[in-house]
């Protein structure tokens, strides 16, 4: 009986300590921080309130739409961004926003910017246009509208 005890001790010992182990590699990788900054802003220049219609401004700065009166010259918005090279991002405009001159109301949409489809950090500043519409009523209130609006970038 002495002698199958330590036969079974043994056995259930030796697979109790059986161990096997594997080594895997780990690694990260740090990149800086996307950085945005508003450079210049979007400025629909100066329209007459009797005719109904739109100004569109394309993130070069070109204006079409309802006639421009006046010595304003309509600007895309631009914005300076820095991101890791070789890093793909995304800019995230904004939905439709109300600019105000007192109560009155007045509608910018149709964001739009000239990023691209996939645009990739440099390691340097990159600028990035953003264009956008301007819905004026027939008889809006004059007024000089300001409003503000949120561009964003974020790594895929």
Do not use: C
Not at 124 to 146: C, D
Request: hydrophobic share 40%.
């Amino acid at each position: 009986m002495k002698k199958i005890t330590f036969i079974l001790l043994a056995l259930i010992s030796g697979t109790a300590f059986a161990q096997n182990s594997a080594t895997a590699n780990a690694a990260a990788d740090i990149v800086s921080p996307l950085e945005i900054t508003a450079t210049q802003a979007l400025n629909f220049g100066k329209v007459s309130n009797n005719t109904a219609g739109t100004v569109v401004i394309a993130t070069d700065g070109s204006a079409t739409g309802l006639s421009q009166i006046g010595g304003a010259t309509p600007t895309a918005a631009n914005f300076s961004v820095t991101a890791a090279n070789g890093f793909r991002y995304n800019v995230i405009l904004p939905g439709d926003t109300d600019l105000l001159s007192g109560t009155d109301v007045i509608t910018v949409s149709a964001f739009n910017d000239d990023a691209g489809a996939e645009p990739t950090g440099s390691g340097a500043a990159q600028t990035i246009g953003v264009g956008a519409t301007l819905t004026v009523a027939e008889n809006q209130p004059t007024g000089n509208y300001t409003g503000t609006f949120d561009v964003g970038v974020a790594y895929e």
